[in-house]
């Protein structure tokens, strides 16, 4: 079974400037995450969606970042503009089911390491 | 902020000996998860403990959990060079469903 899949890998840009990041989640499931990790801590939810909705975004600084989830499968998440404290990991994950349930495993992503200079 | 918090931060065994990493937590919650982190595989869900269990096994893993205390343990048996990574704890704070990170202790494991 295919993983969850992110591109890109890795990503340098200058403050101030656009990006943006895809994900594919595990064929199937229904609840996508995008979560920023910064160096030395644990990974901090940014958002969540149910199918195509948002269930949690109440940690995504709205006025840089947004994120969509088209037809409820791949989903981009924007930075604009990037700030210096935004250089981090950035994850996502899937989980299977459509109920609003933390029981659920989530799947991570290898990430992409996005580097603000 | 984050709801965890693990203890150690870094943990240096040889093969062989157990690692016991700690996390507590600060609300009350629905379940507790623990997860590693590797550059070669990323993160991987390990073992989840309801609040309502106090002890779960999962090959060589061993969870406990305390509530009255809000701390929970992992405890790796037999450790391999291949345990090396970061271990985190998530929570599930009641009334949310989404969870909360720890920042992490590192477990470095020698030959």
């Known amino acids: 079974e295919a993983g969850v899949a992110q591109s890109p890998r890795y990503k340098i840009i200058e403050k101030r400037q656009s990006v943006a990041f895809w994900c594919n989640p595990i064929?199937?499931?229904?609840?996508l995450y995008w979560y920023q990790q910064i160096l030395g801590q644990g990974p901090k939810l940014l958002i969540q969606?149910?199918?195509?909705?948002?269930?949690?975004d109440s940690q995504l600084p709205k006025d840089r970042f947004s994120a969509e989830r088209l037809k409820g499968v791949d989903s981009t998440l924007k930075i604009q503009p990037a700030k210096l404290e935004d250089s981090a990991v950035y994850l996502c994950?899937?989980?299977?089911?459509?109920?609003?349930?933390?029981?659920?495993?989530?799947?991570f992503g290898p990430g992409t390491r996005l580097t603000v200079l | 902020s984050q709801q965890g918090e693990e203890d150690p931060q870094a943990l240096s065994i040889q093969e062989g000996e157990n690692a016991t990493m700690n996390c507590s937590y600060k609300?009350?919650?629905?379940?507790l998860q623990w997860y590693r982190q590797n550059s070669g595989r990323g993160l991987v869900h390990l073992i989840l403990?309801?609040?309502?269990?106090r002890e779960k096994h999962s090959g060589r893993l061993r969870v406990t959990l305390d509530t009255s205390k809000k701390s929970s343990s992992l405890l790796i048996t037999a450790s391999r060079a291949a345990d090396t990574a970061s271990y985190f704890c998530a929570t599930d704070p009641l009334g949310y469903s989404t969870l909360t990170f720890g920042k992490g202790t590192m477990l470095l494991v020698s030959p």
């Open positions: 403990i309801r609040s309502n269990e």
């Open positions: 969606f149910q199918n195509n909705g948002v269930v949690d």
């Open positions: 609300t009350s919650i629905n379940n």
């Open positions: 064929s199937g499931h229904a609840t």
């Open positions: 994950a899937s989980s299977l089911t459509d109920m609003i349930s933390s029981t659920d495993t989530q799947y």
